[in-house]
């Protein structure tokens, strides 16, 4: 087994980063035990992005083997990556770019928005992450435009998510291994293994386990669940190796990254 805890996060990236949201749940569980929905201060069962960053924290400094599945992308389109204005080359350089431009670990999503005015629409209409193209069902991690907000707003976590993502690289990256940035295979180093995930390829098989939750705890609740499922039967290793893709694939997703549960 790779893991001892596993905890499933469903993510929003509305309103301010200290404000607490139904949209954020936090599910967690130990060994083969049923997870449980985690309170964000002992009593509250609604988090803000600013009670996950300090959660995820405090976990690293525990001595427990740990993996998280996060509802938000990590990263952009590899022509992101390499359009003529950017210039990056590294998922590290993308992080500390993305922090420039966006100041979302202070502000919302739309403060940003409107003071930077993206430039999206050509990578919007015509260019997806690897991932996007596999899972024909999965959003496009840089579409904020208003009128396709409704689609699904893991655009508008994504861009509320990154900026956290790099502060825990920066604070705590002796204790954390991102996938599949830092590699597919999980060095004894690492306590704490953080992946995207996209729940919705779940529901279907804890279905029984959610009817009476909301879709926000739901989608918290079977990350946790699949995570510990697959670990449990030694075949998350599978998941995390992604043997079935090729060099050129991999070489892609080392910018892009992926969504774990995807083969």
């Known amino acids: 087994m790779i893991s001892q805890r596993y905890v499933g996060i469903d993510y929003s ?27 964000s201060d002992g009593k509250r069962i609604m988090w803000s992005r600013e009670d996950v960053y300090h959660y995820v924290e405090n976990i690293t400094k525990e001595n427990v083997k740990t993996i998280i599945g996060i509802d938000h992308g990590f990263s952009f389109p590899k022509e992101y990556f390499e359009s003529p204005k950017n210039n990056l080359t590294t998922w590290g350089q993308f992080l500390t770019h993305f922090e420039n431009l966006w100041n979302t670990r202070f502000n919302s999503v739309d403060t940003c928005k409107n003071k930077i005015n993206p430039d999206y629409d050509n990578l919007i209409e015509n260019k997806f992450r690897l991932i996007e193209k596999y899972n024909s069902s999965a959003k496009h991690v840089l579409d904020i435009s ?4 409704g689609q699904g707003n893991v655009s508008y976590s994504t861009h509320a998510g990154i900026p ?8 705590c990256d002796s204790k954390i291994h991102f996938w599949p940035f830092d590699g597919y295979e999980i060095s004894e180093e690492k306590n704490v293994v953080i992946a995207e995930v996209y729940p919705a390829i779940f529901h279907k098989r804890f279905e029984s386990l959610t009817v009476n939750l909301t879709e926000h705890a739901r989608d918290a609740l079977v990350i946790a669940c699949w995570l510990q499922e697959r670990d449990n039967n030694n075949t ?14 991999k070489k892609q997703i080392a910018l ?7 083969l």
């Open 13 to 39: 990236g509305a309103d301010l980063p200290n404000k607490k949201l139904s949209g954020i749940q936090v599910y967690e569980a130990v060994g083969s035990n049923q997870p449980i929905r985690k309170q």
């Open 146 to 149: 208003e009128k396709r907000v």
């Open 164 to 171: 956290w993502i790099a502060e825990l690289r920066k604070n």
């Open 236 to 249: 998350l290793a599978q998941y995390l190796l992604l043997k079935t893709l090729d060099a050129t694939e």
């Open 256 to 262: 892009e990254g992926w969504v774990l549960g995807v």
